[in-house]
């Protein structure tokens, strides 16, 4: 079955930088786009990057844009996020999603989600 297994989250020191990774399994993951997501304490899911089966197109939230770059490795069916300059607002779980449609449809119904790995910026 599809599978999406996040890794690389932790206690972080504002300024710091996380390197997120997101192994996939059980379905052609080269055919399928990407992303990250975060959800906050108190606050509702949200979309951060996402990128095409390719790789050749990305798209980044707009509070998070220069901040954050994301990637992905077809021959090892990973994708990844760098976030870098952590802030303690960016504390929260992060979750890998992806669908076999397009970006523009990553995080919507019959979307595939991993379980999230939990980010904490503090000092």
């Known amino acids: 079955q599809v599978q999406l297994v996040e890794s690389g989250g932790g206690l972080v020191q504002p300024g710091g930088s996380l390197r997120l990774s997101c192994a996939a399994s059980?379905?052609?993951?080269?055919?399928?786009?990407t992303g990250w997501f975060r959800q906050r304490p108190g606050m509702r899911r949200e979309f951060l990057a996402g990128?095409?089966?390719?790789?050749?197109?990305?798209r980044y939230a707009d509070s998070v844009k220069g901040r954050i770059t994301i990637s992905r490795d077809n021959a090892n069916n990973t994708v990844s996020l760098q976030i870098d300059n952590l802030e303690p607002e960016d504390t929260g779980v992060y979750y890998c999603?992806?669908?076999?449609?397009?970006?523009?449809?990553?995080?919507?119904?019959?979307?595939?989600w991993g379980q999230g790995t939990q980010v904490t910026v503090s000092s």
């Open positions: 059980g379905f052609a993951f080269s055919r399928y786009a």
């Open positions: 990128i095409s089966f390719s790789g050749r197109f990305t």
């Open positions: 999603n992806a669908d076999s449609r397009s970006t523009e449809q990553l995080g919507l119904q019959g979307s595939h």
